[in-house]
């Protein structure tokens, strides 16, 4: 996967690739204000104050949560998930679904795309408290769907994250409140599958 590297010793509040109302009515305005313009930024100053000394200055992201421990760890670890995360997204479309190479990935790995959608979303629905569904794919390209408590991402156990919904309550409690199942439902509307299929193809 590409490598993301800080600049002058710092990393950088990824931009967002969308305007904010964008993902509307999936992901309101206010949610992504909050969740990248507070929630990530904080994520990113943390991890930033904490580099200076840590034998890590100057390494990848992915390097920093690969060798890191502790709190830089979780930050560290929650800026690659919402990097990875508010970049797979686009403008709503009724009937969206991957296509060409991946699509096929995913009819081998989980039978048909629905099934995919519904253990993914079983995956989301029944993660205890914080955390992230992933879709990744294994050194053999076989795609695989994980469960990664609080700032955990597939890269830890040796795979390569390719799609991912964030179950944390932050992502949804000012649109959806509790419903938890409802957000992931609506979600599927704005996978930019073009991105995760590039991920796949890397
Ligand atoms: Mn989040």
């Known amino acids: 996967m590409k490598k993301t590297m800080p600049v002058d010793g710092k990393f950088e509040l990824m931009t967002l690739p969308y305007a904010p109302e964008a993902l509307e009515p999936v992901i309101s305005a206010n949610t992504l204000g909050f969740h990248h313009g507070k929630h990530l930024l904080?994520?990113?100053?943390?991890?930033?104050?904490?580099?200076?000394?840590?034998?890590?200055?100057?390494?990848a992201l992915e390097e920093v949560v690969l060798n890191?421990?502790?709190?830089?760890?979780?930050?560290?670890?929650?800026?690659?998930?919402?990097?990875?995360?508010?970049?797979?997204?686009?403008?709503?479309?009724?009937d969206n679904a991957p296509t060409g190479r991946l699509a096929e990935a995913i009819e081998a790995a989980f039978g048909s795309f629905e099934a995919f959608k519904e253990s993914f979303a079983k995956a989301g629905a029944t993660l205890f408290g914080s955390g992230w569904?992933?879709?990744?794919?294994?050194?053999?390209?076989?795609?695989?769907?994980?469960?990664?408590?609080?700032?955990?991402?597939?890269?830890q156990r040796g795979l390569r994250p390719l799609m991912t919904m964030d179950v944390w309550e932050h992502a949804y409690y000012l649109d959806y409140q509790n419903r938890r199942p409802d957000h992931l439902a609506a979600l599927w509307q704005i996978i930019d599958w073009d991105v995760v299929a590039a991920r796949y193809e890397e």
């Open 68 to 94: 890191a421990q502790g709190g830089m760890l979780n930050n560290a670890g929650q800026i690659l998930n919402h990097n990875l995360y508010f970049g797979q997204f686009r403008a709503p479309i009724a």
């Open 133 to 155: 569904a992933w879709l990744s794919a294994d050194d053999e390209g076989k795609l695989v769907i994980t469960q990664e408590p609080n700032a955990a991402n597939p890269i």
């Open 42 to 59: 904080t994520y990113v100053n943390n991890l930033n104050a904490a580099l200076p000394g840590s034998g890590l200055e100057d390494k």
